[in-house]
């Protein structure tokens, strides 16, 4: 995996998708994480985001750079681009 690819982290709480910054034997860090909401939230004739303004309700908000325990990810996999691009939207990133 190149770093600056959009992946998505599985985790026993849900999906992070971030910008992949680095990885070691105990650690995978990611820029600008988001929780994935799974779905839009409609909110009369409005779609929110897809994802929320960082990884934990009482947590800082956009965060930009998190590092996450390798234990507690299930899986890594690069991001749909449809979701990248959604992800990119929220986070005011670009993808490739």
Same mark, same amino acid.
């Given at each position: 995996?190149?770093?600056?690819? %959009? %992946?998505?982290? %599985?985790?026993?709480?849900?999906?992070?998708?971030?910008? *992949?910054?680095?990885?070691?034997?105990?650690? !995978?860090?990611?820029?600008?994480?988001?929780?994935?909401?799974?779905?839009? !939230? !409609?909110?009369?004739?409005?779609?929110?985001?897809? *994802?929320?303004?960082?990884?934990?309700?009482?947590?800082?908000?956009?965060?930009?750079?998190?590092? *996450?325990?390798?234990?507690?990810?299930?899986?890594?996999?690069?991001?749909?681009?449809? *979701?990248?691009?959604?992800?990119?939207?929220?986070?005011?990133?670009? %993808?490739?």
């Amino acid at each position: 995996m190149d770093i600056g690819t %959009v %992946v998505t982290l %599985v985790t026993a709480r849900g999906e992070v998708v971030g910008r *992949f910054e680095a990885c070691d034997d105990h650690h !995978i860090t990611l820029s600008r994480p988001r929780l994935s909401n799974g779905h839009p !939230i !409609i909110v009369g004739n409005y779609e929110s985001d897809w *994802f929320s303004a960082g990884i934990s309700v009482t947590g800082e908000r956009d965060p930009d750079l998190l590092s *996450f325990n390798l234990a507690m990810v299930l899986a890594v996999t690069v991001t749909d681009k449809s *979701f990248a691009e959604k992800w990119a939207d929220t986070t005011h990133d670009w %993808v490739t």
